[in-house]
């Protein structure tokens, strides 16, 4: 079994910068894919940004220029540098990682962008 573990969640004002940071742990086979999404109030779960082992990573149109996601492979890692926040990317942010096939979610943190 594998934990996925976030942090770095929290209200930060518009224009403001924020980073989570997540880590995966347990019984990890070989991790490709690391990845984070979120789900705005009312609405569904959509992808924000996922990072492959190799390095290769692809973004919502909505946050491209303003994120930035890298990884840790050596921790087992994956952060997200959010810059110019706007009110809309308030939501709950989950971190995704892929191991040997399997999807595993953490339990997810809540970022609010608000003045």
């Known amino acids: 079994q594998v934990q996925v573990v976030e942090s770095g969640g929290g209200l930060v004002q518009p224009g403001g910068s924020l980073k989570l940071a997540c880590t995966a742990s347990g019984s990890i086979f070989s991790i490709n894919a690391m990845g984070w999404y979120r789900q705005p109030p009312g609405a569904q779960r959509e992808l924000v940004a996922i990072?492959?082992?190799?390095?290769?990573?692809n973004y919502a149109d909505s946050v491209k220029g303003r994120f930035t996601i890298s990884r840790d492979n050596a921790r087992n890692a994956v952060y997200l540098q959010m810059s110019s926040l706007k009110s809309e990317d308030t939501a709950v942010y989950y971190c995704?990682?892929?191991?040997?096939?399997?999807?595993?979610w953490g339990q997810g943190t809540q970022v609010t962008v608000s003045s």
């Open positions: 995704l990682t892929t191991d040997n096939g399997a999807n595993y």
């Open positions: 990072i492959l082992r190799s390095g290769s990573t």
